[in-house]
C-alpha cells in the first residue's frame, strides 16, 4: 500500500502542544513543512502544567462555566516507568542532581521532560502561546485547505489558511460523571476528578470515590490520609463484594443515592456520606472543529477515522495524534502524518479507508467492547489483546501490532523490544503489583540492558553530530 511520490511541503497547524503536539511540531518539521503551532496557555506541557486553580463548577458541567485545562492532582505520579514514556531519539532519564530521580515519577518530573525537547529541538519559535483556536473549517473555495479562526488572550483574533491541520489537544477536560439513578436530590456534594488537586476538603467526612482506575486508585488513598472513610465504587469488583482495611471500604457501583443523604451499593451495604469523587474519566471534545457533522464523538469514539488518524472524507487535511494515549504512540502517528503530508508515503482511497474504519469497528461490536473503548487498544479489563488476532487480519488492536504497522507504511523503526518487554511488565505491575507497584522493582538486570540502549543510541547521535 506504501508508494513513494515526489515531496511536496505544506503549510500545517498544529492545536495543542502537550505531549502530543510537541512531537508532532518536530515530525512535521523534519519532514520539511512549515508548522505554526497553537496553544491556549502560557507554556508547553498540555496535560502536565500542574495549577492549583480549579473551576467553579465542580462537576464542570456548566457549558459557560470558566474553563481550567489542567487536570493534574498535586501528589500524581506516573503509572509508567520513564523510560518506557520517553520519545525514542531523546530519553526520558533521570536529571543528574535535580528534580524527581524516582522511575514512577511525579508530573513536575514529566513537565520538565516536555520543557527540554522543546529546547532541545527549538520548537517553541513555532508556537503562538495564550492563542485559543476557536473554528477549524474547510475553507469554501477550496475544501482541500482549512481555516483556523483563532483568539489571543488579549483579545487579538485573526484567520489563517492552511494546507492541513493536525489535532492533539489532548482529551482531560471534558468530565464524564457517572449515572447515579437519585443523584439529583442527594444532598451532599460532588466533585469530578478534573477539579482534584488535594484532600483536605475532605477532613473528617465519608467519601465515596467512583472508579478504581488510575485516577480513583491514587485520589482515593490521597482522601484516605485525611478523610473519615472512602468508600471506592468499582465496576471491577462483583455486584455482592466487599472489602475493607483501615478506613477504605470496596465496593461495587451504585446502585441508588437518596434524599436523605444515604448512598446504596449494589452489596446492599448503605453509607451516608458527605461528598462523591467522580474518577470517571473525560471525553474527547473538539467544539472548534467545524466539519458538517462528519467526524463525530458517540460515546468516546472518534469516528470514522482510520487507524485512529484520518477521517477518510478530509485525509490528509485534518489529522488527529494522540487518541490512543502514549508517548512513543504520538511520536510514530506524528511520523505517519507528516510522511503522508509530503507525498513520501500514499494513503488508501477514501472508500477504502472508510471499509477498514468500519470493519474495525464491527470486530469491536463483535468482540462486545463498548464504543468509548475504540482507542484504548488494549482489553479494557487490562489484559493486552496481543494474539487476539492474527497478522493477516485487517484489524490492529494491541499498541505493538499498530504501532510496528504504522512503522512499516513510513518505513520507520519498529517498537524498540525493550521497550515492548517494558511496557508489558509495566502494565502487569499496574494491575497485580499492589499498593506500592510504583517503589518496587525486582529486575535491575533488565533496567540496566534499557540504559545500555540509551548509552548507544547518545553514542550514536554524538557521532552523526
Given at each position: 500500500?506504501?508508494?513513494?511520490?515526489?515531496?511536496?511541503?505544506?503549510?500545517?497547524?498544529?492545536?495543542?502542544?502537550?505531549?502530543?503536539?510537541?512531537?508532532?511540531?518536530?515530525?512535521?518539521?523534519?519532514?520539511?513543512?512549515?508548522?505554526?503551532?497553537?496553544?491556549?496557555?502560557?507554556?508547553?506541557?498540555?496535560?502536565?502544567?500542574?495549577?492549583?486553580?480549579?473551576?467553579?463548577?465542580?462537576?464542570?458541567?456548566?457549558p459557560?462555566?470558566?474553563?481550567?485545562?489542567?487536570?493534574?492532582?498535586?501528589?500524581?505520579?506516573?503509572?509508567?516507568?520513564?523510560?518506557?514514556?520517553?520519545?525514542?531519539?531523546?530519553p526520558?532519564?533521570?536529571?543528574?542532581?535535580?528534580?524527581?530521580?524516582?522511575?514512577?515519577?511525579?508530573?513536575r518530573?514529566?513537565?520538565?521532560?516536555?520543557?527540554?525537547?522543546?529546547?532541545?529541538?527549538?520548537?517553541?519559535?513555532?508556537?503562538?502561546?495564550?492563542?485559543e483556536?476557536?473554528?477549524?473549517?474547510?475553507?469554501?473555495?477550496?475544501?482541500?485547505?482549512?481555516?483556523?479562526q483563532?483568539?489571543?488572550?488579549?483579545?487579538?483574533?485573526?484567520?489563517?489558511?492552511?494546507?492541513?491541520v493536525?489535532?492533539?489537544?489532548?482529551?482531560?477536560?471534558?468530565?464524564?460523571?457517572?449515572?447515579?439513578?437519585?443523584?439529583?436530590?442527594?444532598?451532599g456534594?460532588?466533585?469530578?476528578?478534573?477539579?482534584?488537586?488535594?484532600?483536605?476538603l475532605?477532613?473528617?467526612?465519608?467519601?465515596?470515590?467512583?472508579?478504581s482506575?488510575?485516577?480513583?486508585?491514587?485520589?482515593?488513598?490521597?482522601?484516605?490520609t485525611?478523610?473519615?472513610?472512602?468508600?471506592?465504587?468499582?465496576?471491577a469488583v462483583a455486584?455482592?463484594?466487599?472489602?475493607?482495611?483501615?478506613?477504605?471500604r470496596?465496593?461495587?457501583?451504585?446502585?441508588?443515592?437518596?434524599?436523605?443523604?444515604?448512598?446504596?451499593?449494589?452489596?446492599?451495604k448503605?453509607?451516608?456520606?458527605?461528598?462523591?469523587?467522580?474518577?470517571?474519566?473525560?471525553?474527547?471534545?473538539?467544539?472548534?472543529?467545524?466539519?458538517?457533522?462528519?467526524?463525530?464523538?458517540?460515546d468516546?469514539?472518534?469516528?470514522?477515522?482510520?487507524k485512529h488518524?484520518?477521517?477518510?472524507a478530509?485525509?490528509?487535511?485534518?489529522?488527529?495524534?494522540g487518541?490512543?494515549?502514549?508517548?512513543?504512540?504520538?511520536?510514530?502517528?506524528?511520523?505517519?502524518?507528516?510522511?503522508?503530508?509530503?507525498?513520501?508515503?500514499?494513503l488508501?482511497?477514501?472508500?477504502k479507508m472508510?471499509?477498514?474504519?468500519?470493519?474495525?469497528?464491527?470486530?469491536?461490536?463483535?468482540?462486545?467492547?463498548?464504543?468509548?473503548?475504540?482507542?484504548?487498544?488494549?482489553?479494557?479489563?487490562?489484559?493486552?489483546?496481543?494474539?487476539?488476532?492474527?497478522?493477516?487480519?485487517?484489524?490492529?488492536?494491541s499498541?505493538?501490532?499498530y504501532f510496528?504497522?504504522?512503522?512499516?507504511?513510513?518505513?520507520?523503526?519498529?517498537?524498540?523490544r525493550w521497550?515492548?518487554?517494558l511496557?508489558?511488565?509495566?502494565?502487569k505491575?499496574?494491575?497485580?503489583?499492589?499498593?506500592?507497584?510504583?517503589?518496587?522493582?525486582?529486575?535491575?538486570?533488565?533496567?540496566e540492558?534499557?540504559?545500555?540502549e540509551?548509552?548507544?543510541?547518545?553514542?550514536?547521535q554524538?557521532c552523526?553530530?
Open positions: 500500500m506504501t508508494s513513494l511520490i515526489t515531496s511536496r511541503a505544506r503549510h500545517v497547524a498544529v492545536i495543542g502542544l502537550g505531549a502530543a503536539g510537541l512531537v508532532a511540531v518536530r515530525e512535521l518539521r523534519r519532514e520539511g513543512h512549515t508548522v505554526i503551532g497553537f496553544e491556549r496557555e502560557k507554556h508547553v506541557g498540555g496535560l502536565w502544567v500542574y495549577t492549583d486553580r480549579v473551576e467553579p463548577d465542580s462537576l464542570s458541567v456548566d459557560d462555566r470558566t474553563i481550567v485545562h489542567s487536570s493534574v492532582y498535586q501528589s500524581l505520579r506516573t503509572n509508567l516507568p520513564r523510560e518506557c514514556m520517553g520519545y525514542s531519539d531523546f526520558f532519564v533521570t536529571r543528574s542532581g535535580e528534580g524527581d530521580p524516582r522511575r514512577y515519577p511525579d508530573h518530573e514529566v513537565l520538565m521532560y516536555l520543557q527540554d525537547f522543546a529546547k532541545e529541538f527549538k520548537i517553541e519559535e513555532m508556537i503562538r502561546f495564550d492563542t483556536v476557536l473554528c477549524v473549517e474547510p475553507t469554501p473555495e477550496n475544501n482541500r485547505n482549512w481555516s483556523v483563532f483568539k489571543s488572550s488579549s483579545g487579538v483574533s485573526g484567520e489563517e489558511i492552511f494546507d492541513a493536525v489535532v492533539c489537544n489532548g482529551h482531560f477536560t471534558e468530565p464524564r460523571l457517572a449515572h447515579i439513578p437519585g443523584i439529583e436530590s442527594w444532598p456534594k460532588q466533585i469530578h476528578s478534573h477539579n482534584y488537586r488535594i484532600p483536605d475532605f477532613k473528617d467526612q465519608v467519601v465515596i470515590v467512583i472508579g482506575q488510575a485516577s480513583g486508585n491514587d485520589i482515593s488513598k490521597d482522601i484516605a485525611i478523610a473519615k472513610e472512602v468508600h471506592i465504587s468499582s465496576k455486584s455482592d463484594s466487599y472489602g475493607c482495611y483501615d478506613n477504605l470496596i465496593h461495587p457501583t451504585i446502585y441508588r443515592a437518596r434524599e436523605d443523604g444515604s448512598v446504596v451499593f449494589r452489596n446492599g448503605v453509607v451516608f456520606a458527605d461528598a462523591i469523587v467522580h474518577c470517571t474519566g473525560y471525553k474527547y471534545h473538539f467544539p472548534f472543529l467545524k466539519n458538517n457533522g462528519y467526524v463525530t464523538v458517540e468516546n469514539r472518534v469516528g470514522p477515522l482510520y488518524v484520518f477521517p477518510p478530509f485525509a490528509p487535511g485534518i489529522s488527529f495524534i487518541l490512543p494515549f502514549m508517548f512513543f504512540m504520538f511520536e510514530i502517528q506524528s511520523k505517519w502524518v507528516a510522511s503522508v503530508l509530503s507525498g513520501r508515503v500514499k488508501p482511497t477514501e472508500d472508510m471499509e477498514e474504519a468500519i470493519a474495525f469497528y464491527t470486530k469491536l461490536e463483535d468482540l462486545g467492547i463498548p464504543k468509548r473503548y475504540t482507542h484504548f487498544l488494549t482489553d479494557p479489563r487490562g489484559n493486552p489483546m496481543l494474539g487476539t488476532f492474527k497478522p493477516e487480519d485487517a484489524v490492529v488492536i499498541q505493538s501490532d510496528n504497522w504504522i512503522a512499516k507504511q513510513c518505513r520507520c523503526t519498529y517498537i524498540e521497550r515492548e518487554r511496557y508489558n511488565v509495566a502494565i505491575k499496574i494491575f497485580f503489583g499492589g499498593d506500592s507497584y510504583r517503589d518496587q522493582w525486582d529486575d535491575d538486570q533488565f533496567i540492558e534499557v540504559y545500555g540509551f548509552a548507544k543510541l547518545k553514542s550514536n554524538d552523526s553530530s
